[in-house]
Structure formats: structure tokens, C-alpha cells
């Protein structure tokens, strides 16, 4: 080691790629030599040199007292001892360490013995204990070796929450993957020398650089210009068509794949105000169903404001999926309209792949079609308002007048109080449809997708009746506009229904409640109502209802929803909606 300078700034992880261990020991043996070849570690821009004693060193392999337990191996020379005796203060310990412990979430009871762990938690433990000491800097070797996917997690979340309090990490390891994630900067050192330095935006735009300055790396000739200038024109041209969004980003996926030689595409589109997964287009070019990656993963990828980079040799790769995978390599870019998140686009790959700077561009550019597709999609919707709501207008009224029809026989043959019913009925029907058409016209994605759960906490809220309790568990889950009027109809008649005939013959006091769930089970949209009153007739049958009311629900349940509706007696009436997600977002 000569002549190595390195500069880090507080709230920095400064990452260190070795390929070899005995490097890696060289190095941080130099750090702490005081002669004349040690690197020279020094302040962020300035000349000041950090003092050795200052530094904190945690060696790939676990240095702990098997015999000890976790407590004395955590404190070792800090346990706390009573002032008298001088013996150990187990109270105390124990004490002690279960409050730091909720931080940290080390495995196994304090007086555990440290040879009762495996290797993975013992890792995890001594990690734990040189973070705890909470010095100016800490240098950390192959951290991530030895440790399960949840104990690897909780590691950057240590490292995360030591950088954001002033401290400095520098991060020795041999895989470049893991410097990309965690790391500011990178410096890669080979045979004592620094070979190259970079900052990990950049290497995360151009990986291919870093990998350059690592090994001989054998990569495809680069991006063609023309082909890619090609790919660009046709997608600006496809974006000022009036294709459905779904066929816009088909192609544009089909495009980048033809550019990019890519094995898969999943484009995420996501609600920016409740943060929820709305869809998920995905186009392989072998035609094969592509693995989902899990809501989480989308979630917290489309959050960062860069590309992301993962393969198969990240710990937890395969677990960000929610199925196997026979994919090595997943590339992921945010889509962001206005500085707001919207989606998110990853590209698979079967092997391990980097991409280049030019790579890294076009999938930008393509984040960015991808957005103008997604923003004209919610613009089209606003500007064709006035003409769908003519058409749903009609519809809507079509349905009002099917349902006066079939109260007609109550109207001119029935009492008082049977004609009051069903005028009451025709009322409540067009005020959820008036309600929805409010809803509609302030919706933000357009004409498009609205949320389900606003329709129901809108046609609830909507109830003027003070006696019965609604209890909501509504999870967020997107309909197409199209289908918003139906769901209210079916809404409306099963709640008028509870209102009306639930409680009869109940006791003045007795508190009514009527529970309202929304869920999604696999690709089903599940809709439950259950009340505690009177239950149905033992003599139901779905099937054979002379009601009007039902047969309304049971016939859009099953042509409109693609669906099913399930009547059942559970300590009152309890109705099971379950409808395919894909047919209710088409």
C-alpha cells in the first residue's frame, strides 16, 4: 500500500471493492499502521487526518467468546457491575440490553450462549456490538457474508440509521453489486493500488464502466444509434395516436425489448396518493408468463429517484419475486409525471447482465414516454368527460326506468305504505348514481380507473339512517370507470336491503352493525356485507327469488362483474361478492 489517499465526509458510505481476502486484511491492517505507506484517511475536503482511535474495525469473520453469552459478549468491557460487590448487575443487563434490543432485533435470549448461535446470527451479533459503540467510523468487511436475507435487511438499516447521525462507513467487499446499493461512492483497488473512482450514480447508469475497472469483463457490441433513434421516433409516434393506454405501453415494452435484447418487461402503474399498485402490464418475449415482483419491492423501488440493479447474487433476490424464477438479472427505472411517482418499469434478463451508459439513457427516455402515455391517458380521459357522462347519463337512466318497471305492479295495485317503498327505493337508487357521477367528475385518473374504495366509503357515508353501525375495512383496489355505476347498484340494493328488512322485529335497544370488507384474495376482487340481524329465510334460494332486488344484483354480479354473489346465515345475513380483478379493470 503507498501513496492511497482517501477522503469520506460524515453521513457517507464509502464503499471499497477487493476481490481478494488477504487484500481486504491488507488494507485495513495499513489503515491502522502509523507508517509512512498506511492510506491516509482524511476529513471530507479538507486536510485534517481521522485519528485511528476514532475507527472502529468489524472483520468478515466474527470475533466472539463462545463460552459468553450474547449480553457479555454485546458489553464486554462496559457491563455494568453493582458498586459494592463489583459482580455483574444482571438486572441491570438484562434490562439494558432489551432496550437497545428493540433496535437492533438480535436473535436468542441475553444470557444465551454464543455457541448455542449459528454462524449467520453470531455475524449479526458482532456486527450489532462495534455499531452499538457508536464511534466517528467504522470499517466493515464483506458484511453481508455468513447472514440470512432478514439479518442482511436489518444490517443497512443499521448502517442506514449509523450514517443519517453523523457517522462514516467504509464498506470493504468483494461484490460490486452490494457497493452499488448501499454505497456513495466506490473505489476499486487491486494489488495495493486504486485502480478507479467513482460515484455510485454513476455506476449505476454505467455499471459496466465499474465492472471494467474490476475485471476483464466481455460484454455485446454497444447500443446501435440508428436503432435506437429508430425506437425513440416510433414510440413518439405511437404516443400521439389514440390507442388505449395498454396497447401504447405493450408497445413500447415490445420496442425496448427489440432495442435492449431483453427477456421480460413489467411496467407497474401505481396511485400516488395512496401509494397502492393499480396494474401490472407485462410483455415476454418468449411469450411465457413473467413472475410478479412483490408489491413492496415495486413500491420501494419506485421511490428512488434512480435506476436500481439487482441479480442473483444479492442476497434475497429471488425473494423479491412472488414466484420461482429462472431470471438473473432485474433492472428497474421509476415512471415520475410532475414530480410525481406513477409507475414503475423493470426489465428482466437470464443472465447476469450490466448495462451501459447508452443502455441507461434509452431506458430513461423510455421511463419517460412511458409517463407522457400514462399523463395522456388521464388528459384524454378529462377532455372526453362530457362525452362518456352523455353516454353513462343514458345508461344510467336506461337503469333507473328498469327499475321503476319493476316496481310498476306495486305502484298502481299496492297499499300506501308498499308504494312509499318502492318510490323510496327509485330515490335512493339515483342518489348513489348522482353521487358516482360526482365522484367520476373528480376523479384524477381521468376516465380511466377509479378506486373502489372510494365508491363504497361514498355510498355509505351517503346513508341517512343514524341507527345502524358501519364498521369499514376497505383496502385500496382499482375498477375500471366503466364498471363504477354497476358496483353502485349492487351496493345500493343490498344496503337497502339491510335497512329495510335486517332488523325487523329487533329490540329497541339492540345495536346494529353492519360490517363492509375489501380485499383482494390472488387476482379476485372480494366484497363482503354482513349484518347482525334476522338473517334470511331458511327457504332462500338464490336461484329461485321471486325477488326483484336480488335478481338486479345477481344478474350484474355475473354479466357485468364476470362474478359470483354468495348468500350465507353467520349470526345475521352475510353477502360474498367475488369478482376477477382483470375483468374489472378492462
Known sequence: MSNIDFSIKAKEVQAVIIKSNDEQLNFIKSTLDKNEDSPILKMGDSDEIIDKNDIEIIYKDPILFDNMSIAENFYFDDLPRKKLSNIIDWKKVKRNFESVNKFYGIDGNYKT???????????????????????????????????????????????????????????????WEEALVISNYIT????????????????????????????????????????????????????????ELRDILKFLSMELSEVMDIDGCLISLIDSQTNTIIDNYAY?????????????????????????????????????????????????????????????????????????????????????????AIEGTRLLGQS???????????????????????????IENGN?????????????????????????????????????????????HSIENNDIQFNMHLDDVFISYSKATSVAIVVNELLTNVIKHAYKNIPKNYIKIVEVNLTMFDDDIVLIIKD??????????????????????????????QGNVYFTVDNGTMVKIIASHKWMIS
Request: with cysteine; net charge positive; charged share 25%.
Open 113 to 175: 450462549k454464543v455457541r448455542d448461535l449459528s454462524l449467520g446470527n453470531k455475524k449479526f451479533l458482532y456486527i450489532c456490538k462495534h455499531f452499538y459503540k457508536n464511534p466517528k467510523i467504522i470499517i466493515i468487511q464483506e458484511p453481508m457474508d455468513y447472514l440470512s436475507l432478514e439479518n442482511s435487511t436489518k444490517v443497512t438499516k443499521i448502517i442506514q440509521n449509523f450514517i443519517n447521525n453523523g457517522g462514516m462507513v467504509i464498506y470493504i467487499t468483494k461484490q
Open 188 to 243: 476499486i483497488m487491486s494489488k495495493g493500488k486504486i485502480s478507479g473512482k467513482m460515484s455510485s450514480k454513476e455506476a449505476k447508469s454505467n455499471p459496466r464502466k465499474l465492472l471494467s475497472l474490476i475485471e476483464g469483463y466481455q460484454y455485446k457490441e454497444d447500443l446501435d444509434s440508428d436503432d435506437v433513434l429508430s425506437a425513440i421516433f416510433k414510440s413518439s409516434e405511437y404516443l400521439t395516436s389514440e390507442y
Open 284 to 372: 415476454s418475449k418468449s411469450h411465457v408468463d413473467l413472475p410478479l415482483l412483490k408489491d413492496e419491492y415495486i413500491l420501494d423501488r419506485a421511490a428512488q429517484d434512480d435506476i436500481s440493479y439487482f441479480n442473483i447474487r444479492d442476497i434475497g433476490f429471488e425473494s423479491m419475486f412472488n414466484d420461482a424464477v429462472d431470471f438473473k438479472t432485474i433492472i428497474s427505472v421509476p415512471i415520475v409525471i410532475r414530480t410525481q411517482l406513477s409507475g414503475l418499469i423493470s426489465i428482466y434478463f437470464k443472465c447476469i447482465y450490466t448495462q451501459t451508459q447508452k443502455e441507461s439513457m434509452y431506458l430513461l427516455t423510455f421511463a419517460r414516454h412511458a409517463a407522457i
Open 384 to 410: 372526453a368527460l362530457l362525452e362518456e357522462s352523455h353516454h353513462r347519463i343514458k345508461n344510467n337512466l336506461q337503469s333507473i326506468i328498469t327499475l321503476i318497471l319493476t316496481q310498476k305492479d306495486i
Open 416 to 460: 300506501k305504505e308498499q308504494v312509499n317503498d318502492a318510490f323510496l327505493k327509485v330515490i335512493s337508487l339515483i342518489k348513489s348514481i348522482a353521487s358516482i357521477h360526482d365522484l367520476l367528475s373528480k376523479n384524477e385518473h381521468g376516465g380511466s380507473i377509479i378506486n373502489l374504495k372510494v365508491i363504497l366509503e361514498t355510498l355509505i
Open 532 to 561: 347482525n340481524g334476522t338473517g334470511i329465510p331458511e327457504d332462500f334460494n338464490l336461484k329461485t327469488t321471486k325477488s326483484s332486488g336480488i335478481k338486479i344484483i345477481k344478474g350484474i354480479v355475473n354479466n357485468d362483474f
